[in-house]
Nanobody, 122 residues
Framework: DVQLVESGGGSVQAGGSLRLSCVSI?????MAWFRQAPGKEREGVAA???????SYADSVKGRVTISKDNAMNILYLQLINLKPEDTAMYYC????????????????????WGRGTQVTVS
């Protein structure tokens, strides 16, 4: 199994920025960021594969950029113009599969998960 370790979360004011990182111990083809706010379902934020095809949730388009260093197996999520509703635990996820179309934002597609990093926006 691939091990995933997230970092980069923190507390910021609305309008601020953060960059989340996820180190993957082991290579994997498709990776994604999910988030889960208290009392809510875990939702996909952005996904990317090794061909750098990307998917974004409508709620974050224009404010989020996902990128992946294939050589170092590190996944990034750049968040800008943060809003209080972005407050959540952010999780890195991975699956060693190439999808015909764009990488999915569906939770059930991913087989490996990190423990999360907290983002709080006030």
């Amino acid at each position: 199994d691939v091990q995933l370790v997230e970092s980069g979360g923190g507390s910021v004011q609305a309008g601020g920025s953060l960059r989340l990182s996820c180190v993957s111990i082991g290579s994997t083809y498709t990776m994604a960021w999910f988030r889960q706010a208290p009392g809510k379902e875990r939702e996909g934020v952005a996904a990317i594969d090794s061909e750098r095809r990307t998917s974004y949730a409508d709620s974050v388009k224009g404010r989020v950029t996902i990128s992946k260093d294939n050589a170092m197996n590190i996944l990034y999520l750049q968040l800008i113009n943060l809003k209080p509703e972005d407050t959540a635990m952010y999780y890195c996820a991975a699956v060693d599969r190439r999808y015909t179309r764009y990488p999915p934002l569906t939770r059930d597609e991913y087989t490996n998960w990190g423990r999360g990093t907290q983002v709080t926006v006030s």
